[in-house]
Each structure stands twice: as C-alpha cells, then as structure tokens.
C-alpha cells in the first residue's frame, strides 16, 4: 500500500502527459475533454483504489472470523474497525497530496487548455483540502462494500459495480452538467470536492457554482453523515 501513491504518480506526471501529447493540431476541443477526463481520473482513481483494498481487508476479517475473537477484547469490534478505517482515511489523504502536489511539480505544465497550465491555478492549500475531504469517500465506500459483501468473491463483483459510481464525477466534462443539473451528481458524496477543485483549476463561469470553500463545506459534512451511516450498517451486518 506504500507503494501506491508512486503508482499512481507514474501515471500522472509520465503516462498521461504522452496521451495529451498524442493529440496533433486542429483537435483543441477533444484535447480539453480528454485533459479534463484526466484530472477528474487523477482525482479519483487513487480513493476508488484504496477503497478496494480496505474492502478486501474488511472480508477477510469476515472470511477469518477475525471479529469473532476482537470482540471479546477492550478494544471491541466497533474500535478495531474504527482503527482501520481511520488508517485507510490517512493513507488515502498521504496518497492524493502526494499524486496532485507531485504532478504539479512534475508535469504541472503539460495539463494545459488554451496555454494556460491548469496546475497553476492551484496552491499547496488547495490539495491538502481537497485530499482531507475527498479521503472521506474512502472509508464509506470501504465500508459500504464489505456490508453488502459476504465474501471476497461477492466483494470483488461489487467493487466492479461500484467503480463505475466513483468516476460518476467524470461526467462533470460534460456541458449539460455544469450548470444546474450539476446538482443531481451531488447524491454521490465524492461529487462535492472533486467539483470543487475542478473549477480551481479550470474555472467556468456560471451562476448555478458555488465557491470553492462551500463545495468542500458541503462535501465534508455529507461524506461525514453517510460514514457515520455506514458504519453503523457494517457493524449491525458483521457476524461476531
């Protein structure tokens, strides 16, 4: 897991720059969707990931019966997935600081639309607020998965469903969704900050937006109401 931010960070400052570069003249309009495509990826690619591994750690408690003797201990069921999840959370919020800081240091200037690059819109206040309140999704969706899941094979077919739910904020590229109808995304927590940090660092016009402070405001007291939520419900559906 330790590994991981490195990954991801292979892919944004090497591997998506070669795509951008791809594009020859003439084609501005698909080389801005297929920027934006990518930011939103790099925005969500890293949670969605981490989210499955904490899946898989939750059902392998399940497969192992591991709750069954944590139980009994001071620390309890509840406090030892609490531990986990507050562990997934950091990792998760390391990660998305190390992959949106390294990327702008690194290939900051290859994201650009109209010569202007995009990663200079935003500063070292903007990622740390966005990794904090976007690592909430983290957890919930761990938690969420390993609920419904009674094992690691019915986790792993969930997980696949569930991906295409986090790059629903990919569909913000989209013209009909930047304005009112934005809103409807808003029922998937990880909508808030990632449409945030969107207009951060390609700011659209448009009277339907919110500012930037109140997206994560939102976002923050959402993803927090739904982990709160989720929590409860893999408590009440683990078997110890």
Known sequence: MCIFPMVILILSAFVFPIILKSFGPGKGVALQ???????????VFGAFCLSAMATFL??????????????????GASGYIMFKMTYIYIMSVITTIIVLLGTKLIAGDQYTIGGVSLFDNIGVIHIISF???SGLFVPALALFQGAFAKNKVEGFALIKGTGTVALIPALLILEAFQGKLQYILGVFPNFWAVKGIMLELFPINNSANLSYSMYLLIGTVYSILMLVIVYRFFLKKAEY
């Open 33 to 43: 969707l297929t920027t934006l495509l990518l930011l939103i990826i790099i925005l």
């Open 58 to 75: 939750l059902l392998e408690n399940k497969d192992e019966c591991t709750l069954n003797t944590i139980a009994v201990t001071p620390i």
């Open 131 to 133: 990794a904090v309140v």
